[in-house]
């Protein structure tokens, strides 16, 4: 099996300078400085009315996946430039369960419930909208870098472009 792995690379290898597009090797281009910072922001506290229910319950998560992480409660977090991020509440952890979103991309959630925060941290005029079961907009948001309440039980799907 690992003759025949290295049989395929070296044949894309050869295959690449056939057709022209190998060549010198160059230093990496520098990436585009981003035009805004990242922003922190601190994690509230956990919801009143959470019930945490650990290996019974199920994380929040979203599809197609997103970068997430946990973040404790008063804990701080940074949100990138171009990002949407969220706080979801996840049960199983006892936790803040943060999904950073790319941009203009939609994701559909599951198992978000209760109250939680998101960050706009985009393009200055860029729209996120928070769409319920039936595909309809509950709400959307220009508002970039502050944390703003969010009530994710209607929430089905979000886009961020």
């Known amino acids: 099996m690992v ?25 990496a281009d520098p990436a585009p400085a981003a035009s805004a910072p990242a922003v922190t922001r601190t994690a509230p506290s956990a919801p009143a009315d959470v019930q945490n229910f650990g290996p019974t319950a199920t994380s929040p998560y979203t599809s197609p996946a997103s970068t997430a ?12 430039y171009l990002n949407l991020c969220e706080l979801v509440w996840d049960p ?14 939609r994701y559909y959630v599951s198992y978000w419930d209760g109250g939680g925060y998101f ?7 860029t729209v996120s ?20 309440y969010a009530d994710w039980t209607p929430v089905y799907s979000l886009r961020n472009c």
Do not use: M
């Open 69 to 80: 992480g946990h973040v404790n409660p008063g804990q701080t977090y940074t949100c990138e």
């Open 92 to 105: 199983t952890t006892g936790n803040w369960e943060l999904f950073k979103q790319d941009p203009c991309n």
């Open 129 to 148: 909208s928070f769409y319920g079961s039936s595909g309809n907009t509950l709400w959307t948001d220009t508002s970039p870098t502050s944390q703003t």
């Open 119 to 125: 960050v706009n941290n985009q393009t200055s005029g």
């Open 3 to 27: 003759h025949l792995r290295r049989f395929a690379a070296a044949a894309v290898a050869c295959a690449a300078l056939a057709l022209g597009i190998g060549g010198t090797a160059h230093a």
